[in-house]
Every structure is written in C-alpha cells, then in structure tokens.
T-cell receptor, first 116, second 112 residues
Framework: NAGVTQTPKFQVLKTGQSMTLQCAQD?????MSWYRQDPGMGLRLIHY???????DQGEVPNGYNVSRSTTEDFPLRLLSAAPSQTSVYFC???????????????FGEGSRLTVL | QQPVQSPQAVILREGEDAVINCSSS?????VHWYRQKHGEAPVFLMI?????EQKGHEKISASFNEKKQQSSLYLTASQLSYSGTYFC?????????????FGAGTQVVVTP
C-alpha cells in the first residue's frame, strides 16, 4: 500500500496561472480532504468529500475547486493562482466509521506551492 | 471556528512533563490529537469521544471535558522523540462528520 500520494511535491506558479494538485489513495477510504498549512495558522480545511460524487466546503474554500469522480482520487484545482495561496497543501483520507467523524486521518507528504 | 490551543510553544528537558490545552466555543462530539515533525506530515495520536474514556499513547495521554468543551494532552516523562508540533482537531456536535477543524498548534521542543 502506498497510502496517500500527492503530486507534485513542489510547484512554483505565477499569479493568474492555473494548476491541479493531485491526490490519490489506495486504502479504499470513503472520506478525503484537503488542508492548507500556513505558519501560525495550523491546518485549515479547504474542501472535503465523503464519497464519490459528493464534495463540500471547509473553512477556506475560496479560490479552490474540487471534484470526486472516483473513490481513489481527489484533485484540488486552483483556477487563477494568487500569492495568498502560497502554502503547504496536505491531502488526507480515512475510512468512514459511523455517522460522526471518529477515524484516524492518513495524510499525504504535502505539496509546497509558491505563487509569485 | 478553529479551536484554540495553549501554550503556543513549550521547551522541556528530557524527563519533564507538559500539558497542552485545546478549547472550543462549540459543543464537541470528539477531539483529535496529531503530532507533526518538521518537514513531515501530521501523524495521528488519539481520538477522544464524547462520553468516552481518557486515552493514552506511549506516555502521552489526554482528557476531554465535555462540559467545558476542552481537551488536554499530557506529555509525561518527555523523550527527545516527543519534539514536534501538536495539533488538536475538533468535531462539533452540530456539524457534519466531515469537518474536522484543527487549532494553530503547539510547538514542543525537548532538549537533552
């Protein structure tokens, strides 16, 4: 098992460019999510999905789009990158254990994005 | 709204104890604790559920006071390997099960 795989690990963009951060998991997890991590801010939830075809917004969704066409993949799209989106992005997944969130999150290694 | 963690940072000598606090303005169903080493991904430590027991991991344990909407993480007889940033995550009782929100983190440095 590879776990949660994120690509690319590093990316530099110019303001206004678009890109997609890829996330794939091979654990058959129903739940997947994207977080961004900034100094002093901790981990902030961008978007999440509870299954294929179902997505919802987290705390900081503006400027990001997601889709979930398969159980394995959950890409994060930046349509028009801004310097404020410079951050480290983590994808995480877990199995669905009951109605309420009680499961361990498995994180990818992170993608460091710089927007100039 | 993110949970609030305190202190922001703590420096310990090997063998000393420390407490990290996490509080929320909302009624909570569960509190989650993770540790992140520099340059790595966060790693799960434990989950505390409403009405559940105090949990432990190695010499790291935690408690959950539902009435006060607070959780505390106890680092006992700290080891060098305990260094890292500790995050608490919370799930409100009124929120969907997908929204696990993390605090800003507490940086722990354990020195020889």
């Amino acid at each position: 098992n590879a776990g949660v795989t994120q690509t690319p690990k590093f990316q530099v963009l110019k303001t206004g460019q678009s890109m997609t951060l890829q996330c794939a998991q091979d654990m058959n997890h129903e739940y997947m999510s994207w977080y961004r991590q900034d100094p002093g801010m901790g981990l902030r939830l961008i978007h999440y999905s509870v299954g294929a075809g179902i997505t919802d917004q987290g705390e900081v969704p503006n400027g990001y789009n997601v889709s979930r066409s398969t159980t394995e993949d959950f890409p994060l799209r930046l349509l028009s990158a801004a310097p404020s989106q410079t951050s480290v992005y983590f994808c995480a997944s877990r199995t669905r254990t009951g109605v309420v969130n009680t499961g361990e999150l498995f994180f990818g290694e992170g993608s460091r994005l710089t927007v100039l | 709204q993110q949970p609030v963690q305190s202190p922001q940072a703590v420096i310990l000598r090997e063998g000393e104890d420390a407490v990290i606090n996490c509080s929320s303005s909302k009624a909570l169903y569960s509190v989650h604790w993770y540790r992140q080493k520099h340059g790595e991904a966060p790693v799960f430590l434990m989950i505390l559920l409403k009405g559940g027991e105090q949990k432990g991991h190695e010499k790291i344990s935690a408690s959950f006071n539902e009435k006060k909407q607070q959780s505390s993480l106890y680092l006992t007889a700290s080891q060098l390997s305990y260094s890292g940033t500790y995050f608490c995550g919370t799930v409100p009782t009124t929120d969907s099960w997908g929204k696990l929100q993390f605090g800003a983190g507490t940086q722990v440095v354990v020195t020889p």
